[in-house]
């Protein structure tokens, strides 16, 4: 993304009353499988309804991180860009997608998922990069 600053985000997906801990550490796999300290982690990112989980809202401030929240419209645009659908989701929210679509939601104009989403317990992330809004 030559000329623009790289925003680098991950998207969150995870169940109700999920622990904070268990968000942080499947984010923390992520930034790792993609060689990304994470510092260099812009912001959280999910679905509108997902960001008032306790846990998920707990995550982001403990990583001193905002939480973008996007709505089932937004992250329906981003499909075509997607590595991954679930069934559950797609059921649940209307949407093949929350953790992978809501990074590249976040992550801006340009953006792109570094790999597919993984998941751990009750929670998905996927990290994107883009130029930001």
Request: hydrophobic content about 50%; aromatic content about 0%.
């Given at each position: 993304?030559?000329?623009?600053?790289?925003?680098?985000?991950?998207?969150?997906?995870?169940?109700?009353?999920?622990?904070?801990?268990?968000i942080?550490?499947?984010?923390?796999?992520?930034?790792?499988?993609?060689?990304?300290?994470?510092?260099?982690?812009?912001?959280?990112?999910?679905?509108?309804?997902?960001?008032?989980?306790?846990?998920?809202?707990?995550a982001?401030?403990?990583?001193?991180?905002?939480?973008?929240?996007?709505?089932?419209?937004?992250?329906?645009?981003?499909?075509?860009?997607?590595?991954?659908?679930?069934?559950?989701?797609?059921?649940?929210?209307?949407?093949?997608?929350?953790?992978?679509?809501?990074?590249?939601?976040?992550?801006g104009?340009?953006?792109?998922?570094?790999?597919?989403?993984?998941?751990?317990?009750?929670?998905?992330?996927?990290?994107?990069?883009?130029?930001?809004?």
């Open positions: 993304m030559a000329g623009a600053e790289t925003v680098i985000v991950a998207g969150i997906g995870c169940g109700r009353d999920t622990p904070a801990a268990e942080v550490a499947l984010i923390a796999a992520a930034l790792k499988q993609f060689s990304i300290e994470p510092d260099d982690l812009a912001a959280l990112a999910t679905e509108s309804a997902k960001a008032d989980e306790p846990g998920l809202a707990a982001a401030q403990q990583m001193a991180l905002p939480l973008l929240r996007s709505s089932v419209e937004q992250l329906e645009r981003v499909a075509e860009k997607l590595l991954t659908h679930s069934e559950r989701v797609m059921q649940l929210k209307g949407t093949p997608s929350i953790a992978e679509a809501a990074a590249l939601v976040g992550a104009r340009n953006a792109r998922l570094l790999g597919a989403r993984i998941s751990s317990g009750r929670v998905t992330c996927a990290i994107a990069e883009g130029e930001g809004t």
